[in-house]
């Protein structure tokens, strides 16, 4: 399985417990559980369950749940253990996986033995990570806009989407519309909000005392920061014109508004995996060492994600980047970035390592997403698509992406928090930081003149110095 069968990552928003998808196996019939965003469940019977592939267990969930046919290009099955993500290909048989699985984990992952022993995967339903997001601004359908909208709501106070304060207030104040109903000032309502303050932000802006402070602050307490910036948000969501003002009324036009700003999130829609990569040598031994990172794969670019902080430590797009992978024959299995760097004032090639088992499938699913935005370019060259933009495009405004014009802001890159690699060509050798930047180290990259980074290829005899 490459990465263009099936996109392997890290554990589902909720982290869920183990539970299987196949409630019993006959000799004819099955009882399948196929789980949504929201964590409710889609129960299938179905007939010789081994054989069927994916295509044909998505129609059966379209078909429950009264979905429209976009539904088959916005939604994939999945399956989803704490250990490992795999989205499913139609032509994928979900059982035969599932009965692979130790072999999937033993060979994308680090688990324990026991830990791969005990581990079941379950089917779930979740966004298409190859959909476009600017389709789905022309989606119309409440139920698909509700999923999601549960989805990337899951990804959000998960914590999976890196977001600032002011993000996580506007789209936790949406959560609050869609929940509590429009916002009507007085106690009842900073009451409401608080009981279920986990529901509407990030478990970290929803820390509370313990103990008596806790006790001494009372219901007429004044609220913490979080708990204050989302009642201020929550008092400015705006409602549509004409209707949409009470809970029993559609909600779709806040479902898009939170799809509208999670948008503006560069990973949202990403496929996730688990990886590391090396410390910045710190102190008077240079001691260095590794961090966990997510690193998040979608049609506009691959962004590294710091696991801990929760925020980012590289952002590029497609055309800023080169790429390559080592697989574990060669040595240890390593997903390669290369971009360009300033050393001193020096133009440098920089090169990243990453170092995870799941190297060979980030790099087949980078190929993948690069191939389907250069098909979609030539499909429709007049209207804007998801893939790669122009050097000139690829800087957005801020109406655009408003959280890059912040300092510190938890989706720029931190480069100061990585270690890599800085090199230039000089004469047949690849040596670290020299002058003049001349050659890229590797060869698979976008297109000449299709972005900014600069594409030379390299002499057959370059090794890297």
């Given at each position: 399985m490459d990465g263009t069968e099936g996109n392997a990552g890290q554990p589902g928003p909720a982290e869920r417990s183990h539970r299987s998808s196949v409630s019993s196996v006959g000799a004819r019939a099955a009882d399948v559980l196929v789980y949504l965003a929201d964590d409710t469940v889609v129960p299938l019977a179905v007939e010789n369950l081994p054989s069927l592939n994916a295509h044909e267990l998505h129609r059966a969930v379209r078909e429950v749940l009264q979905l429209p046919d976009i539904a088959l290009d916005v939604f994939a099955l999945w399956?989803?253990?704490?250990?490992?993500?795999?989205?499913?290909?139609?032509?994928?048989?979900?059982?035969?996986?599932?009965?692979?699985?130790p072999e999937l984990l033993l060979r994308f992952t680090d688990a324990p033995d026991d830990d791969v022993a005990m581990d079941e995967p379950s089917?779930?339903?979740?966004?298409?990570?190859?959909?476009?997001?600017?389709?789905?601004?022309?989606?119309?359908?409440?139920?698909?806009?509700?999923?999601?909208?549960?989805?990337?709501?899951?990804?959000?106070?998960?914590?999976?989407?890196?977001?600032?304060?002011?993000d996580c207030e506007a789209l936790g104040a949406l959560v609050c519309r869609v929940q509590l109903g429009p916002y009507q000032p007085g106690q009842p309502t900073a009451c409401a909000v608080r009981e279920k303050l986990d529901s509407f932000l990030p478990a970290h802006l929803c820390k509370r005392g313990h103990g008596l402070f806790a006790a001494l602050r009372g219901r007429g307490a004044k609220a913490g920061l979080g708990e204050q910036g989302l009642l201020n948000a929550y008092c400015k969501v705006k409602e549509a014109a004409g209707g949409d003002s009470g809970r029993g009324t559609s909600l779709s036009t806040h479902y898009r508004a939170y799809l509208l700003k999670s948008h503006e999130l560069p990973f949202y829609g990403c496929a996730f995996f688990h990886g590391e990569v090396d410390k910045p040598a710190q102190g008077f031994l240079h001691r260095g060492g590794r961090k966990p990172v997510v690193v998040a794969i979608s049609l506009e670019g691959v962004h590294v994600i710091d696991s801990r902080e929760k925020h980012v430590l590289l952002g590029l797009r497609f055309q800023e980047l080169s790429w390559d992978h080592t697989s574990p024959e060669e040595e240890e299995s390593v997903l390669w970035l290369e971009f360009d760097g300033d050393n001193e004032g020096t133009p440098v090639n920089r090169l990243l390592k990453i170092y995870s088992?799941?190297?060979?499938?980030?790099?087949?699913?980078?190929?993948?997403?690069?191939?389907?935005?250069?098909?979609?370019?030539?499909?429709?060259?007049?209207?804007?698509?998801?893939g790669p933009p122009s050097a000139a495009s690829s800087l957005p405004s801020s109406a655009q992406r408003p959280q890059l014009q912040r300092q510190g802001s938890v989706v720029c890159s931190r480069l100061q928090h990585l270690s890599t690699i800085d090199y230039v060509e000089e004469g047949q050798q690849i040596k670290r930081v020299k002058p003049k930047r001349t050659t890229s180290f590797f060869s698979r990259q976008l297109s000449v003149g299709q972005g900014s980074y600069t594409v030379v290829q390299p002499a057959d005899s370059l090794e890297q110095g």
């Open positions: 399956l989803v253990s704490p250990l490992l993500e795999v989205q499913l290909k139609p032509k994928h048989q979900p059982y035969k996986l599932g009965r692979q699985w089917l779930q339903f979740r966004r298409n990570v190859f959909f476009p997001k600017r389709r789905e601004l022309q989606i119309h359908d409440e139920e698909v806009l509700r999923l999601l909208y549960e989805e990337a709501k899951g990804n959000v106070l998960a914590a999976r989407y890196p977001c600032d304060v002011e088992k799941q190297a060979e499938l980030m790099s087949g699913l980078i190929e993948y997403c690069i191939e389907l935005n250069q098909t979609s370019e030539l499909a429709a060259p007049q209207e804007t698509v998801s």
